[in-house]
Nanobody, 126 residues
Framework: VQLVESGGGLVQTGGSLSVSCAAS????????MGWFRQAPGKEREFVAA????????YYADSVKGRFTISRDNAKNTAYLQMNNLKPEDTAVYYC????????????????????WGQGTQVTVSS
């Protein structure tokens, strides 16, 4: 499975951005896709995850109510709509996918994902 993110950029505080993750290859094996982010000097941090079949969603507390994860099964693409962005949201955003079923409470752990995209930079200016 290959994952390609797009849509990052620079936005002012309070603005919105949407990032996408297009999957190719053995996408029929996808159980869940997640978004993670990593700021300079910080650990990789969970943002959101979605179960591909059924659409159950899971969010980090820091983005709940501001970010929305979604997917388009026909396009094998996951999206992350980010609203009311804050400077602390500045990071490289990565999408990841997992082929096998797992308990939803384990989706925030980056080690539970098999495939990763190259990342896209999101910068929020104050």
């Amino acid at each position: 499975v290959q994952l390609v993110e797009s849509g990052g950029g620079l936005v002012q505080t309070g603005g919105s951005l949407s990032v996408s993750c297009a999957a190719s290859g053995r996408t029929f094996e996808t159980y869940a896709m997640g978004w993670f982010r990593q700021a300079p000097g910080k650990e990789r941090e969970f943002v959101a995850a979605i179960v591909w079949s059924g659409g159950s969603k899971y969010y980090a507390d820091s983005v709940k109510g501001r970010f929305t994860i979604s997917r388009d099964n026909a396009k094998n693409t996951a999206y992350l709509q980010m609203n009311n962005l804050k400077p602390e949201d500045t990071a490289v955003y990565y999408c990841a996918s997992r082929p096998d079923r797992i308990a939803i409470f384990l989706l925030p752990h980056f080690r539970n994902y098999a495939y990763w995209g190259q990342g896209t930079q999101v910068t929020v200016s104050s």
